[in-house]
């Protein structure tokens, strides 16, 4: 009897480590998985505001003229219309920094063509993007993955 009464301390120790362990690799995963789902609401969300940015261009005013917004929040309330012209529903955030303020790529007149990510941290996602973004390949930051509404050239037949 008396040899059995030092044997539940270390078992309870070694419990312990052990469950340690676990939750840290657990974290670890979670950590990642978040990140993933970050980066999808980037790409979706970025995606979002360069499709309206290209909408505000291709929407000119009546006059033919085209432009890009001076601001973003142009987006929600197209101020060349009379009525209530909306390119995109809300104001995304960007969510892979903590302030959540777009970094905005800008065209020679000073309106906004592009967002981008402020964020230094490097991707998870280096490959398999859609044709649309396969220049995000093998980028080293979030911040290079510049989101810039492209003007279709037009042709003449």
């Given at each position: 009897m008396n040899g059995d009464k030092g044997f539940s301390y270390p078992a309870a120790l070694l419990m312990v480590v052990v469950i340690s362990i676990s939750l840290m690799t657990a974290q670890k995963q979670w950590s990642t998985i978040m990140k993933r789902e970050r980066e999808n609401q980037l790409l979706f969300r970025a995606g979002q505001i360069e499709k309206a940015l290209g909408s505000y261009y291709n929407n000119g005013s009546s006059?033919?003229?085209?432009?890009?917004?001076?601001?973003?929040?142009?987006?929600?309330?197209?101020?060349?219309?009379s009525g209530v012209k909306r390119h995109l529903?809300?104001?995304?955030?960007?969510?892979?920094?903590?302030?959540?303020?777009?970094?905005?790529?800008?065209?020679?007149?000073?309106?906004?063509?592009?967002?981008?990510?402020?964020?230094?941290?490097?991707?998870?996602?280096?490959?398999?993007?859609?044709?649309?973004?396969k220049l995000f390949e093998?980028?080293?930051?979030?911040?290079?993955?510049?989101?810039?509404?492209?003007?279709?050239?037009?042709?003449?037949?």
């Open positions: 006059g033919g003229s085209t432009e890009y917004p001076k601001k973003l929040e142009y987006l929600l309330k197209d101020n060349r219309y529903r809300k104001l995304y955030k960007d969510p892979m920094t903590m302030e959540g303020p777009w970094g905005l790529i800008y065209d020679g007149k000073g309106g906004i063509k592009g967002v981008f990510s402020r964020s230094p941290e490097k991707p998870i996602k280096t490959s398999g993007f859609p044709d649309k973004y093998n980028k080293q930051k979030y911040s290079d993955w510049k989101f810039i509404y492209k003007k279709k050239l037009e042709t003449k037949s």
